[in-house]
């Protein structure tokens, strides 16, 4: 079948989605060759190539602007872009020697295309949250590495060339991440940091603080799962979150398969200074995880023989739908709500996580039993713009706004919900009302921690010091 569709922006910022203008366009000739000496069928395989090439960029950076909920609007637009990315793929392997002499291609070109069908697979899988599709990325990531499509890179005097390859890093290393890939993922930190130490070195450009940070970030992210398993032969085994075949527990007797799915989740990070990559906190990294099924084959494209391809649809694997939201605001929070419950199938359960700071009432009163009383969980005002632990309101007559209060998740309660807090201010929610009858289940985290966990930062709590409502 055909391929079609790939695509999500993924948590936005310093790795999101980006292309920049490609170079040349023309033909490269050798100056004592006239161009009528140039075969028609030559001159046909650079404009068709240039042709492919202005339409790719033009697809991909119109990407960014599709809308970030629902499930169909995209569908169409990624799998025209995902269609012209497999033609030009196809079109320069099969016309490399033309393309080589007549268009000057470099292998840093190709290495781009390669990169830019590893984010549409990557962004693909966010948006379905069908993990074969990081397989996918991985294959061509792992290709432009092993093929040192990059290499020649460092010889040339332009620091945006350098740049693309340091992102191309910072992608790789996520899914790595995402496949719990961890030896791999300490090779290529590693690596990365020689790139931005010679990158730094070479180049007097602003971002090196930038880059550095990205550093920090992995390492903290790394440094923070360093639970590590052993078998009976005293080797490492990799744990994963996901769930695996053979895993699930049986029904306990009298149960009936199928009366409620999940079909949609929200996944939301807002702890003030926690360890996070990409946008991506621990607590969203563990949990989007713990919602997905466990890849069916982690082998990939790159350990077979012959050219690169891009593979044809995998199998569909029944995850949930995901939206990972690092730090929304209200406004963005409730957007994505309200599109989820709209898209809900029938029989079918949202499940809400909230990794957030707490947000307490400034004062408090024996009348204040409503569900704006005691205060929720912190939203954003502007990026990176709060920090504490707590947010103090101006007017202690007035409800914090910046911050989803028990009564903003009412409304969403006539479709069946799954809330789970994970906050020093779980307890806001524990008399969660169920006004409508539908099903709901409240997960709350324990507010105090005991003593053989202190110190722990958010979700680093055992199963059995959760609460349910």
Not at 299 to 310: C, R
Not at 452 to 459: A, F, N, Y
Request: glycine share 6%; with cysteine.
């Amino acid at each position: 079948g055909r391929r079609g569709h790939l695509g999500h922006q993924s948590p936005r910022g310093r790795l999101a989605v980006r292309v920049k203008g490609h170079q040349r366009g023309t033909l490269k000739t050798d100056p004592s060759e006239a161009d009528d000496d140039i075969p028609l069928g030559e001159r046909k395989t650079v404009t068709d190539f240039c042709y492919l090439l202005d339409k790719s960029k033009q697809l991909f950076n119109g990407l960014r602007d599709l809308p970030q909920y629902g499930h169909k609007q995209w569908q169409s637009y990624f799998g025209r872009t995902f269609d012209v990315y497999t033609k030009l793929w196809k079109f320069q392997q099969q016309h490399r020697q033309v393309l080589d002499t007549r268009y000057g291609l470099k292998r840093w070109q190709i290495g781009e295309v390669a990169s830019k069908i590893g984010q549409l697979y990557y962004h693909y899988y966010l948006r379905t949250s069908e993990t074969s599709y990081l397989n996918e990325a991985f294959s061509f990531y792992s290709a432009i590495r092993q093929r040192s499509y990059y290499y020649q890179v460092n010889k040339e005097d332009r620091p945006e060339l350098v740049v693309k390859k340091l992102r191309y890093y910072a992608r790789y290393i996520v899914v790595c991440l995402l496949l719990n890939k961890m030896d791999l993922v300490k090779v290529l930190v590693k690596e990365l940091s020689e790139e931005i130490e010679d990158y730094t070195q070479r180049f007097n450009t602003e971002d090196q603080l930038e880059w550095n940070l990205v550093l920090q970030e992995v390492a903290a992210f790394i440094e923070a799962d360093p639970a590590v398993v052993l078998n009976d032969t005293n080797s490492v085994v990799v744990t994963s979150h996901r769930m695996q075949e053979g895993s699930v527990p049986p029904l306990e007797q009298g149960m009936v398969v199928g009366q409620l799915v999940l079909a949609d989740a929200l996944i939301v990070g807002n702890c003030n200074n926690q360890v996070k990559f990409s946008e991506l906190t621990i607590d969203m990294f563990r949990m989007l995880q713990a919602l997905e099924r466990e890849p069916v084959n982690l082998a990939t494209q790159t350990s077979k023989q012959g050219p690169l391809e891009p593979s044809e649809k995998p199998a569909k694997r029944e995850n949930p739908h995901k939206y990972l939201l690092y730090k929304p605001t209200f406004s963005q929070l409730f957007t994505f709500l309200s599109a989820s419950f709209k898209e809900l199938p029938a029989n079918s359960v949202l499940l809400v996580y909230l990794s957030a700071t707490g947000v307490f009432p400034a004062g408090h009163s024996d009348y204040e039993v409503g569900p704006y009383d005691f205060g929720g969980v912190l939203t954003n005002t502007n990026r990176d713009v709060v920090n504490g632990e707590t947010v103090q309101k101006r007017n202690q007559a007035q409800k914090e706004m910046h911050c989803l209060h028990p009564g903003d998740l009412f409304p969403f309660t006539r479709k069946p919900l799954f809330v789970i807090v994970d906050s020093s201010n779980s307890s806001a929610y524990k008399n969660f009302s169920n006004l409508f009858g539908q099903p709901l289940v409240c997960l709350l985290s324990p507010t105090v921690y005991p003593k053989s966990v202190q110190g722990e930062s958010c979700l680093l709590t055992a199963p059995d010091l959760w609460t349910e409502d």
